[in-house]
C-alpha cells in the first residue's frame, strides 16, 4: 500500500523530479500504469498528457481510463486493467466531478483493491484532496480562515485521519486547512505545496519530494476554537501544531512526529 | 504607552470599525493626531485622505506631518506638534521609505517619546511593519518559506521580540512570516490580515479589532529547523506553535498565551 500524493502543478517538462518520483514508486521500467483522468473536465486531453509523460519517464505500459459515466465505470475491462496495474494516478480538475463519478462504482472498488494489494495510487490537485476519508471541495483561500465557507464532502478514503489541500502556499490556503481541522482536530491537515508531493508507505510513514513544502497542521493540541459559534465569521483557534517539511523530510502519521534528514 | 497595528486595506467608507477604535484609543473626541504620510508614494494624498477620515471619525484636531526629507524630519514645528499629540498614525507605502526617511531623525526621537509618554502609535500595512526592531521588508508571498528571498532590516522598535507581517492571508504570507522567525525564534511573529488590528498596551497585552484574524507564530517551541543551510530551497521547520485570533480575543505577549473573549 502506497500513496501519492502531488500539490498540483507539477513540473512535466524539465527534470519532472515528482512525477520521476512517482513512476519509481510503481515499479519504473516495470510500471503498468493507469491514468484516471476522471476529475478534468477535458479528460481526454489530461489521460493523453500524462500518458506522454509517464511513457517518456520510462513505464513499461500506460492507460487511459477515461469513463464519462457511472455506468462505464463498471465495464470489466476497465476494472481488469485497474488490476493488472502497478501504479494508478487521478489527474487534476474537480474533486467533486471525481468522486461523484467514481465513488462506489466496480470501479472504485477494484481501486481500493489495487491499493491493498499493492499499487501506488496517485493523485495530483483535485486527485489529491480527494484521497482522504473527508476531503475540503472548496473554500477561499486569501482570508482569514472561516467555517461556514469552507465546504467538506467524503473522499474516496484511502488515507484516513488526514485532510488534504494542495496549491498550498501559491493560493493561500492556511486559512481554509485550519478551518478545516478545526471542525475535528483529530483530523491531520496535509497542506501541499505545488510541484511537491509525499509518497505514505505502508508503515503510515511519508517522505517529501518536490520544490515547494508540505504544511502539517496538527490540530491534536488545539486548546480553544470558536468554530461552533463561528458560522462565517473568522475562526479563531489557539494552540495549534504546524510543521513545515521539505524534501528530503518525512513525517510519522501514527506517531505524528516529523522524521529529520539523516545527517 | 499603546501600539495600534493594522494590517493594511482597513475600511475607510462603512462602519470604520479598525479606524474608529485607534480614534477611540487617542482620546476620542479629545484626540489630538498626527498622520505620518512617509512611508507613501504620494504622502499628500495619503495624509489628506487620513486627515479626512479621522475627522469624520470625531477626533478633536488632526495634522499630516509631510516631510520629504530627513532634514525636513528635523523641523522644531513637526517635533513640536508632535509632542502635542495624543496619537500618531503611519501610513502604508513602503516600510524601507519609512525607515530611510524617519529613522535616526529629531522626528523618529519625539515618536519614542510620544510613545513613552502615552500617546497611542498606530500604524497600517508598511506604517504597521516597520514597528518592530526587525521589519520584513520583502520576501515573495504564496510560495513556499524560503530563507535566502525574506529580507529583513532595522525597525522602528517600538515593540520587541515581535515581527509584524500585514495583507497576512490576502497576500498568502504565512512562508515568509515563518521563513522570518526560523531565523531567530525567539521573535514572536504576528501576522494581520487586511482591515484587522491588534491594540497592544503597556501590559504587553493585545487585544484584536476587526473583520480578519491575526495569525500569532510562536517558534519557541521549534525543534528543529534548517534555516542556516537552506539559502534559497524551502526552509523546514518543526515543532512551531500556531494561533489564529479573531476580534473579542487577545494575546498576551509577555506569557505568550492567547486571551480567550469573557463568556
Redesign the interface.
Known sequence: MALYIIGGNEDKEGSCTVLRRFVEAAGGEEAVLIVIPAASGDPAGAGEEYRRVFTRLGAARVEVAAFASRREAAVADLVNILESSTGIFLTGGDQLRLTALLGGTELDRALHRAYRRGAVVGGTSAGAAAMGTTMIVEGP?????RAGVVRMAPGLGLIREVMVDQHF???????RL?AAVAHNPYILGLGI?ED?AVLVDDRQRFMVYG???V?V?DGREI??S?ISD?GT?????????????????GFDLALRR?L?PEV
Not at 233 to 249: F, S
Request: net charge neutral; hydrophobic share 35%.
Open positions: 483561500g486569501e482570508e482569514a480562515p502556499a501559491q493560493r493561500g490556503r492556511l486559512g485550519l505545496d511537491t520544490s515547494g513544502a504544511t497542521v486548546e480553544h470558536n463561528a465569521r473568522p475562526v479563531a483557534l489557539t494552540g495549534c501544531r504546524l510543521h513545515v517539511l521539505a524534501a528530503g523530510y516529523p529529520l
